[in-house]
């Protein structure tokens, strides 16, 4: 099912546009399938690990157990539809994963996955009730939050922003900090998106009002042509791209949010990013459903943590990865670290979240929602037993 636009909705939702959603994603490719009966159950293969493909990117194989198949397929087969705020990127990776790997079927589900354009529809699909589940950042738990609408996260998919603060190589010696921004123009992904929440909490931290620089809205994938064009002199950015700007000596990392230590530096810590997200009224009327999706997502983890980059990306279809698997696995080896391999979000990553939006103005300190009321991970410790 496509997923129409709903105009009112996506007006409430536009200055909380996706974090690092691409400019002009495809529209939802895939019809929706029929119900099919189910089928006998199946183990699902348990391919061994790779070598990672350097020790601080990828967790020994050792280090926790691979993700097992269910022991038997659950009788039913469960129909829902999956948004996601961008179309194969880094941060959706579990989502992505989980279809390739077919833990969706051994759930027995037939999802409907659809990529939209960005982060703000595929949160408006949710909230009108087009979609069981999105993939997104906590922002839009935040903004439905304040409207009085319970969204809620189930599982994590990153713990650590995976956003990169990239700068034209030009201006190497005249940014040397984030405290040289003052003036400058520097690019986000669209203006009140998760990349300019991020760049406000860089720049208070570095002692900045938000009128000292000039946000200018890049997309994603149309970011580093507005570097290299000199629209702007830094810019917020993802992988691939990031990593591809770097490696052709076009620009420099001046902020990684993808590492434990910039984002402790600029965001207090842990730091709950994007994640499954559903609303409350789903979880709890249809409690079976959404523990089989978490189901997969959850052993999507547990790959993932037991698996170096280039395995992963061996897993995935090229209309993830891109014709060129050196590229991708460049960027997801960069991401790496800020993955959740274990689907669990924290108390303090989501505490830091609502502080940063604090900061960055998204909501006033006296409304700001509490931390325990924006995710639930009851499912993921049930996955995990």
């Not at 399938?33 to 990672?52: F, G, I, Q, R």
């Not at 829902?80 to 279809?99: C, M, N, P, Q, S």
């Not at 087009?130 to 939050?145: C, E, L, R, Y």
């Not at 959404?290 to 997502?297: P, S």
């Amino acid at each position: 099912m496509k997923i129409p636009a709903v105009p009112g909705l996506i007006l409430a939702l536009a200055l909380l546009g996706a974090a690092c959603a691409p400019a002009a994603a495809p529209s939802p490719t895939a019809a929706p399938k029929p119900t099919e009966a189910p089928k006998p159950a199946a183990p699902a293969a348990s391919p061994a690990a790779s070598p990672a493909a350097s020790p601080a990117a990828s967790p020994s194989p050792a280090a926790k157990p691979a993700a097992q198949a269910p022991a038997a397929k659950p009788a039913t087969r469960e129909n829902a539809t999956v948004v996601i705020g961008a179309r194969a990127a880094v941060a959706y990776l579990h989502l992505d994963l989980a279809k390739a790997l077919g833990y969706y079927d051994d759930e027995n589900l037939e999802i409907d996955q659809q990529y939209m354009a960005a982060g703000t529809q595929a949160a408006t699909a949710l909230l009108a009730g087009q979609a069981q589940f999105s993939g997104n950042s906590m922002d839009h738990i935040v903004k439905a939050k304040t409207e009085g609408k319970d969204m809620l996260l189930v599982a994590s998919l990153t713990t650590a922003p995976g956003i990169t603060m990239v700068v034209s190589k030009k201006y190497e010696n005249e940014i040397k900090s984030p405290a040289d921004l003052k003036g400058k123009r520097v690019g986000v992904t669209s203006l009140g998106s998760g990349t300019h929440t991020l760049l406000l909490n860089i720049v208070a931290k570095a002692g900045l009002q938000p009128n000292d620089v000039q946000v200018v809205p890049v997309g994603s994938d149309t970011m580093p042509a507005a570097l290299e064009a000199d629209q702007v002199h830094a810019a917020m950015g993802n992988d691939p791209y990031v990593s591809q700007l770097k490696q052709a000596g076009k620009a420099y990392f001046l902020v990684d949010l993808t590492t434990k230590e910039d984002t402790a530096r600029y965001l207090g810590g842990d730091y709950q990013f994007t994640g499954l997200l559903t609303m409350a009224d789903t979880a709890r009327t249809k409690p079976d459903l959404t523990q089989r999706m978490v189901n997969a997502i959850s052993r999507a983890c547990q790959f993932i943590a037991t698996n170096s980059p280039r395995e992963v990306a061996s897993r995935l279809p090229k209309d993830v990865t891109g014709s060129d698997l050196d590229v991708y696995v460049l960027g997801l080896e960069h991401n790496y670290p800020a993955l959740s391999k274990d689907c669990t979000a924290s108390d303090a990553g989501v505490d830091n979240f609502v502080k940063s939006q604090v900061v960055a103005g998204i909501v006033t300190q006296d409304k700001a929602p509490k931390a325990a009321e924006l995710f639930d991970m009851s499912f993921v410790q049930k996955a995990r037993r």
